[in-house]
């Protein structure tokens, strides 16, 4: 064993998901082992049982080797490890779960390019299996300001190419298929008989892993076990760069998914998730689903497959995802819980069997099933709806909206703003809030105005400042926040929403139904005054 003496190195505080930082500078010296070392030490390693598992990006491999010998020296006595160090965020919050072990170190920075120039991320799950909870990750932060050693065993690699167990200076690894216990709780959950029947009479999928981690997990499932023709899945080998392409499950970054869903040979039903699996998109032949919608579908069938046949104990969505899911929540009886972003802020509600069904806006749906949101879940729960109901996406999702209103959503993304001139226009957004109630911009009336805050109905901790919102009359909505995944200056994210009950007499298009509530968005924040941006460079 090792002590290495080292001093604090800056800017190592988490954001929305764990830390991100340029992969140069996670394998600058130190940097890395400053973080482990600092999990280590709050947490505590002295014989404990973590799992360790990434995305497959560069530098996901040699990162892996470094945990495994620092946790070695800081005492731990096994660590369970996906094969090839490869883990989906999911199956490693369920792998936590199965193995009742201490938590679990998740290398990814999820939706971010990987490369040796791009993006690589840390995090560190709890026992529950779910993203560490902010008083955590601050005291992690606290950790790294203060650090002045790290512990590391001087030993050769662990093959974790080798499925079986392994020895590593007194710590056992053990080196686990990535895939097979995940699949075995998708079959706990989901209707496999009635899905593998609908692909034998000629449904088509297509499936875009991304060169992701997903793709060893949907060849398994919807193809080998599923049935899915083979070749459903594209792009399914996971690679250090992910190909070059930008894992991000939305129109913009799966626009070859998009192009084949609107073509004049669409399959039934495409899908697509990012870097680290535990995100969704959903496409229908010709129809986009959003994923406000989607949590709101998924949430009013979900007692349609097995494992939800009970009913739900109540749905969570953050703040920014559209009302949808609530309107369903109200015709179930159930309740609804609005939190900030971040998957983290639902494991108190999961946990204490307040909330079955979680969303946000982001492309991310997950259940109790585990502890972070889970991309392939939320494919193949809308594949067990399909199976059941035997109607196309385009009629379910139009007779959802029948039913409950429409809920009009996007989101508008600035990126790679000047952090000074981002923070300028939240401050002044912030200072400009309580004159807000009451005036009209063009037509839409504000009539609330605050900075969002949230008190855990669990727990009581409270976070402050997690986005501004602005609502107008008739239930039209633009929320305001800094991103806190990006590594590359600031991301302003603009979250819009309209409202329109009963039959929909508004074209299609979301951006034109949502139009007024652009114009009044930009107006309050002086967008392009601060950033000198008028336009989005990502719309979701
Ligand atoms: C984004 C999304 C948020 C999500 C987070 C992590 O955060 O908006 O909803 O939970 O990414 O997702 P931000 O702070 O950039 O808005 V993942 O799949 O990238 O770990
Ligand atoms: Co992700």
Known sequence: MTTVATSPIAGQKPGTSGLRKKTPVFMGRHYLENFVQSVFDVVGAK???FVLGGDGRYFNDRAAQVILRMAAANGASRVIVGQGAILSTPAASHLIRLNRTDGGIIMSASHNPGGPEEDFGVKFNMPNGGPA???????IYRRT???????IAEAQDVDLGAIGRHQLAGMVVDVVDPVADYAALMETLFDFPAIRAMFAGGFRMRMDSMCAVTGPYAVEILENRLGAAKGTVVNAMPLPDFGGMHPDPNPTWAKALMD???GPDAPDFGAASDGDGDRNMVVGRGVY?????????LAANAHLAPGYKGGLKGIARSMPTSAAAD???EALGLHH??????????GNLLDAGRATICGEESFGTGSDHVREKDGLWAILLWLNILAVRRESVAQILHGHFRRYGRNYYSRHDFEAIPVEQADRMMEALRAALPGLKGRDFDGMVVTHADDFAYTDPVDGSVSTKQGVRVLFDGGSRAVFRLSGTGTEGATLRLYLERFVPGPDDLSDDPQAALAPVIRAAHAIAAIAAHTGRSLPDVVT
């Open 260 to 262: 084949e869903m609107f």
């Open 289 to 297: 689903v959003s994923p406000s919608d989607s949590l709101a579908v």
């Open 133 to 139: 909870p902010e008083g955590v990750t601050e005291a």
């Open 337 to 346: 819980y609005e939190t900030p972003t971040g998957w983290k802020f639902f």
């Open 327 to 329: 309107r369903v929540a």
């Open 145 to 151: 300001t203060e650090i002045s050693e790290y512990h």
């Open 47 to 49: 014989d404990k049982t």
